[in-house]
């Protein structure tokens, strides 16, 4: 952070009196996870008198499950030397000479804890620091720990996964960037770690770690990439799993009903849906709510209010998780936004850019049942549209791309959710900046139709708009209408900027060949719609197949096919 005023509030001329040195805050310990751990660890680096008798005889096989490998028995082993140790210094207390029969003679089982608190300790305090080599050390040995299984060993506070973590995020914090490769390889050990012996992410571990890739994102994406996606698409796979089982069991449990009872549970579903809808609306509020209180995903609250909010859902810990990772993208979007007021930085604008790409790639990696859900649906659309909306303008061409990147995605998977939505991002946001006559809009224009045209070269994208938009006769939005006309104006060269431009200005050309393009995709697309609509008319097969798919070939985005499809493949064989 950089200081701009002096201790007595003077401002500082950094160019004048400095010759252009910049004044920094230095880094400050913050080691407050761990300082209650402080007396633990010193109960068990002290040997107490009465197991000074013990240390004579060779050491106890530690308590832990399973096979020791070479950690646990260093830990076993230095234990020993450190009571012996003991032992030699001080020859004449009072438990060497006491009788067999007395209390004081009687062994303490020395077990693995106290050889974890006696060493885990020291190496979490070294990770908050700086200077040196100390935090490489401590991070190298906490990854060994977790390879051995260290921390699968109950009765510690020291072993306690999200103490640990805490701690090796702190070295990702300190912003030096030769710590951030082995902080990154004991996140992915530990997320191993986690899916191999729990259903999920408990919500603090989750948050400490994506805390930890977007702070290093911010330095460098590269490095978090590879990680991120992984760590998204395990996330949204466990998800649509447990969807998956729980539409099989629903399935299982209605095979043999008759017609009356059948009749009743389609009556009960549609009142039960029709509460869980309001109540999920009002959930939805209350963690927006929540969201909104807080600066950051760096806030220290925020997790845990985030997680109290989420708890009212009572759904599955993949269903949370998931969850999580929409609302901490979003947030994290939040943080450090590229507004049209400001000059941004290239740090500003790489995390901007970053986290819209992590949302993006969450929303890409939901299963078609996880986008089904009415509660990640309507996460959706109160997280991720309020978020878009506040970031979508800016001049910075790469925030702003990134930003049309995630708006194409709402729109070929989370449409469902979205019309009004999306008709006001229509008509508020990219027709008003195509109808522009700036000159600084060209490159924004140019973004709009490139991406456009990918939405409408697809025949049902085209049906889809104007049947929703413009033969709405509440609304009248007129979305179709008022596009064809822009993109008209803009290919005959009557906007503004275009009209009034210089013969050879190569800018203007590119920006009417680009509206050609998009009309001529429009063109093909309701040519395609008409011809398969008048075979549908006609022929049996081609209706049924519609009904089937939903009546147009699959793009390459995964767009849901017809909820007609689930009654077909569900008929009975014979």
């Given at each position: ?386 978020t878009l909306n506040a970031t979508v303008l800016t001049w910075v061409p790469d925030v702003f791309r990134a930003n049309l990147t995630l708006v194409s995605t709402l729109w070929n998977h989370y449409r469902r959710y979205l019309k009004v939505e999306l008709a006001l991002m229509f008509e508020h946001v990219l027709l008003r900046i195509l109808r522009s006559t700036a000159p600084c809009t060209k490159n924004h224009q140019l973004e709009i139709m490139h991406e456009m045209t990918n939405w409408l070269q697809l025949p049902h994208n085209v049906v889809e708009i104007f049947l929703n938009f413009d033969l709405d006769r509440i609304q009248q939005w007129k979305i179709f209408e008022h596009l064809c006309s822009t993109l008209g104006s803009i290919g005959e060269g009557s906007v503004g900027h275009l009209a009034n431009g210089d013969e050879g200005d190569d800018s203007a050309l590119e920006l009417q060949n680009q509206a050609i393009n998009t009309i001529l995709a429009m063109a093909r697309s309701v040519m395609d719609a008409s011809g398969h ?42």
């Open positions: 952070m950089k200081v701009d005023k002096s201790p007595l509030g003077h401002a500082a001329d950094l160019n004048a009196n400095s010759g252009g040195t910049e004044v920094l805050l230095g880094y400050k310990k913050k080691v407050a996870s761990i300082s209650d751990l402080h007396k633990k660890w010193l109960f068990a680096s002290v040997t107490p008198t009465q197991v000074l008798e013990r240390a004579r005889s060779p050491p106890p096989a530690p308590s832990t499950p399973g096979k020791l490998k070479q950690l646990r028995s260093a830990f076993a082993l230095k234990a020993a030397e450190v009571r012996e140790q003991e032992l030699i210094t001080a020859p004449h207390s009072p438990s060497a000479f006491a009788s067999p029969d007395s209390p004081l003679s009687k062994p303490k089982q020395v077990g693995w804890k106290e050889t974890i608190e006696y060493y885990m300790y020291p190496l979490l305090l070294a990770c908050y620091t700086r200077h040196g080599n100390a935090a490489e050390a401590a991070v190298t040995g906490l990854t060994h720990c977790l390879e051995e299984g260290v921390f699968d060993c109950p009765g510690s506070d020291l072993c306690r996964l999200e103490v640990v973590i805490d701690a090796v995020t702190s070295i990702c914090q300190q912003g030096v960037k030769s710590r951030f490769e082995p902080a990154l390889k004991f996140f992915q050990k530990a997320s191993y770690a986690i899916r191999k012996c729990t259903n999920g992410f408990n919500p603090s571990v989750l948050h400490a770690i994506l805390n930890a890739l977007t702070f290093i994102g911010d330095f460098d994406g590269s490095l978090t990439k590879s990680f991120e996606d992984e760590l998204i698409s395990k996330i949204m796979g466990a998800y649509e799993a447990s969807l998956i089982n729980t539409a099989v069991k629903k399935n299982v449990s209605g095979l043999d009903q008759s017609s009356n009872a059948l009749a009743h549970e389609l009556v009960v579903d549609l009142i039960d849906d029709i509460s869980t809808g309001a109540e999920i609306a009002t959930i939805t509020d209350t963690m927006l709510g929540v969201f909104k209180s807080h600066l950051s995903i760096q806030s220290p609250s925020f997790c845990q209010d985030i997680s109290a909010a989420m708890n009212n859902f009572g759904n599955s810990v993949a269903e949370k998780n998931a969850l999580q990772l929409v609302v901490t993208f979003s947030k994290a979007i939040n943080r450090k936004f590229v507004s049209l007021s400001e000059t941004a930085t290239e740090s500003d604008q790489r995390s901007s850019v970053n986290s819209l790409r992590a949302l993006n790639q969450t929303l890409l990696s939901a299963g078609a049942r996880a986008r089904e859900q009415r509660v990640f649906g309507q996460v959706v659309r109160r997280f991720v549209l309020s609509a008048h075979l549908i008319s006609r022929d049996r097969r081609t209706r049924m197949l519609s009904m089937y798919a939903g009546g147009w070939e699959q793009d390459e985005s995964g767009e849901e096919a017809s909820p007609l499809k689930d009654s077909f493949t569900l008929q009975p064989t014979g």
